[in-house]
C-alpha cells in the first residue's frame, strides 16, 4: 500500500502552524526572464515591527515587481529604512530614484492577530496618495502583503492588482519508477501550493467555478476518463460525467449554473451544457468533427470552442441561443484551446507557428488582429489573469515542463519552474471574494 | 534558499477587497461559508486498481513494428513475429481447429497489439491490415472475448484535442472490425490522449511510436 506520509506531514505542520518552506518539493520558483523599461520605479521599505517568515515588504515587492508595471528599487539603494512617513526624512528621500514609496509596519494584538499600517507616497512632496490601517488573524501574513499590493497597484495604474489570486495547475512526478499526477493549488507568486488530489493516472483540464469556491477536472482514476467537482473548502469530490467515451474539457458558465463540456456518448466529440441543478444535457454541436475545449463569453450566451470541421482545428464561436456557429482564427492550419479573456477582448490560444512549433497566440477580437506571442516550441494551456492583462501557460524549458507568465504583448515574461517534476494546464483563479 | 515555497495554513483565501480596510477575522467553522480554508482534510489519494497494473507489459503483447519515421512505416510485419512466446490460452482457443500452419501464422499475427497512424491521421494504414485482420477472426471465432481499443497521440497540440483525436483513431479501428464482422459487443474504445506515451523523446520517432492504437484483451 502506498503512504502518503508527505501529504500528513504536511497537514500536522500546518495545523502546528510551522513553515515548512523546505519540505514543498512541488512548489513553484519564480525567474523573471524578460522585464520592461518603462516600468515605473517604486521603493518599498522593509516592513517595521512582527514579521513572520517573509518580510511583508519583501512580499510587496516582489508582488509589484513580478506585475511588469514596476520596478522595485534595489534595498542597498535605500537611504534609510523608515517605517512611516513621519520617519521619512524629505532631504534625503528626495534622491531616490523612485516615483512612489511604500512604508509600513505590523503589531501583534493582544489576542494574536496582527495589525497593519501602511503608507503610500509619492515621489516629490512626498504627499501620501494611500493610507490604510487593517488587522487580519495570525496565519495569514501573505495575504495580507498580497492585499497592500493590490490597493497600491490599483492606485498606481488604475487596473485592479491580481496578487492575492490563485493558480490551479497538475504536476505530474515520478515515484517508485512510476509516473504519478497531483493537482495543485497555490499563490499565484508560487507559495502556500498545496495538493488537491493525487492520482497513478491522469489528471487534465482543471478548471475554476466563477466563485472560485470549486473546481473541476478529468481524472482517469477508474482507467476511463470522467469529470470531477471538488469543493476546495471541504476538499469532497463527487463525479459529475462518468458516460461512455469522452468526459473532458470542462468548463463553468460565468452565473456558475451550467456546465459546458465535451462528451462523445453518442458516437462523436460534441459540446453538451449540463445545468448544474438538474444535471439534464443539452447538446449543442452535431458535427462529424472533433468541437471541444468549450470557454464562455463574459455574458454566459456564447461558446468559443476548438473544432476541425474545416479540416484542422480552429477556434469558433457558437451562440448557444440561437446556434449560429462563427469561425474566428485565419491563420495557420492549427489553432485549439482558446482561453478568451474576461473582458472579452482577446483570445489566447495554442498556434502552430510552422513546423512543429506549438507557441501561445494572441488574437484581438475587435480588430481580428492575431499575434504570437512566445518562441518556444511546445507550449500549452493559456489562461488569462482575471484583470485580462497577463497570461499564464505551460512552456518547456529542456525537457521539463514548466509555467511561465506574460503581459499581453509578449514584453513581460516570468517563469515558474516546479521543484519536483513537471508542471502544466495552469488556470488563473476568478478574483477571490 | 527563497522562501516561496513556504506551506501554510491556505487560510481563507478571500481577502477582503471591498472599501473597508478592516480584514474579517477568522470566521467560526461555517459548513456554507466556502472560504474557510482551514484545518483541510488532506488530499485525497487515488491508486491504480490493483488487478491492472500498468507498469509491468504483457510479455505476450508486441507492437506492430513502430515506424523509424512518420509515415514511411518501414516495419516488416514477418520480423516482429518471430520467436516470442504466445500468450498460450488465447492460441490454445483459436487455434484448435485449425491446421498447423495457418494457425501458427494466425497465431503470430494475433501477437501484433499496436498499430500505428500518420500525424492527425486516423486512417488505418495497409501495415495493420494483416494483424487486424487476424485478431477480427479470433473475436468471431471467440464470441465471449473482448478487447479494448486504445486511442493514444503525439505530445503535439492540445490535451482535450488529443484525447478526441485518440478516440476517433480507437474508433476507425473498432470500425474496420466490426466491418470484418466482429460484434461490436466485444469492443470498447478508451482514448489517453497525448497522456501515456510509449516514447518520451520530443523527436519524429517518438511521435510515430506515440501515435497508436492498443489492443488489449480484456476477456480472452
Known sequence: ?433 | MKKTAQIVTIATLAISMAACSTFRGPRAINPNDDSQFENLPPAPAVEAIPATPEAEPNPGLIAEAAPEAPETGSANLASPIEGSVIEPQAIATDTSANSTNTASALNDLLKVRVFYFGTNLSDITALSYGGLNAHAQYLKGNTAAKLQLGGHTDERGTREYNLALGERRANAVARYLVGLGVSADQLSVVSYGKEKPSADGSDEESWAKNRRVELDYTAQ
Open chain 1, 1 to 433: 500500500m502506498l503512504t502518503r506520509p508527505f501529504g500528513l506531514l504536511k497537514f500536522c505542520l500546518l495545523a502546528c502552524g510551522i513553515s515548512a518552506a523546505s519540505l514543498a518539493n512541488a512548489a513553484l520558483t519564480i525567474e523573471i526572464t524578460q522585464r520592461l523599461n518603462e516600468a515605473t520605479p517604486i521603493a518599498v521599505v522593509p516592513f517595521g515591527g512582527v514579521q513572520s517568515a517573509d518580510n511583508t515588504g519583501a512580499i510587496i515587492a516582489a508582488d509589484l515587481d513580478r506585475s511588469g508595471s514596476f520596478n522595485v528599487v534595489e534595498r542597498s539603494k535605500l537611504p534609510s529604512l523608515p517605517s512611516s512617513s513621519a520617519e521619512i526624512l524629505p532631504s534625503v528621500w528626495q534622491s531616490v530614484p523612485a516615483d512612489y514609496i511604500v512604508v509600513g509596519s505590523v503589531s501583534r494584538l493582544p489576542d494574536g492577530r496582527l495589525s497593519y499600517r501602511y503608507e503610500l507616497l509619492k515621489r516629490g512632496g512626498l504627499e501620501r496618495v494611500l493610507g490604510e490601517t487593517f488587522t487580519v488573524d495570525s496565519g495569514r501574513a501573505r495575504d495580507a502583503a498580497h492585499y497592500i499590493a493590490d490597493k497600491i497597484y490599483k492606485q498606481a495604474t488604475g487596473e485592479p492588482g491580481i496578487f492575492a489570486t490563485k493558480i490551479l495547475y497538475v504536476n505530474q512526478y515520478n515515484r517508485d519508477g512510476r509516473k504519478r499526477y497531483r493537482l495543485e493549488l497555490s499563490d499565484i507568486d508560487g507559495a502556500r501550493q498545496v495538493t488537491l488530489l493525487d492520482s497513478v493516472e491522469p489528471i487534465l483540464s482543471p478548471t475554476w467555478s466563477p466563485s472560485a469556491r470549486q473546481i473541476a477536472y478529468v481524472s482517469f482514476e477508474s482507467r476511463k476518463p470522467a469529470i470531477f467537482v471538488q469543493n476546495l473548502s471541504t476538499r469532497q469530490r463527487t463525479k459529475l460525467t462518468d458516460f461512455s467515451g469522452l468526459n473532458g474539457a470542462p468548463s463553468w458558465s460565468p452565473d456558475g449554473k451550467r456546465m459546458a463540456m465535451t462528451l462523445s456518448r453518442d458516437g462523436n466529440p460534441e459540446l453538451y451544457v449540463m445545468d448544474l441543478t438538474t444535471n439534464a444535457l443539452t447538446r449543442l454541436t452535431n458535427n462529424p468533427a472533433i468541437d471541444t475545449e468549450p470557454r464562455w463569453t463574459s455574458d454566459g450566451k456564447s461558446l468559443v470552442f476548438t473544432s476541425d470541421r474545416s479540416g484542422g482545428p480552429q477556434i469558433y464561436r457558437l451562440n448557444i441561443a440561437t446556434g449560429d456557429t462563427k469561425r474566428l482564427t485565419f491563420t495557420g492550419k492549427f489553432n485549439a484551446r482558446a482561453d478568451i479573456s474576461p473582458n472579452d477582448r482577446h483570445l489566447a490560444m495554442v498556434h502552430q507557428a510552422g513546423g512543429n512549433n506549438y507557441t501561445i497566440a494572441l488574437q484581438d477580437l475587435s480588430n481580428g488582429i492575431f499575434s504570437t506571442l512566445t518562441d518556444t516550441p511546445l507550449d500549452e494551456s493559456p489562461s488569462f489573469s482575471p484583470n485580462s492583462k497577463m497570461v499564464v501557460y505551460a512552456t518547456r524549458k529542456g525537457n521539463k515542463g514548466v509555467l511561465g507568465i506574460m503581459s499581453l504583448d509578449g514584453r513581460f515574461k516570468l517563469r515558474l519552474p516546479a521543484v519536483d517534476g513537471e508542471v502544466r494546464e495552469p488556470v488563473w483563479s476568478p478574483y477571490l471574494r
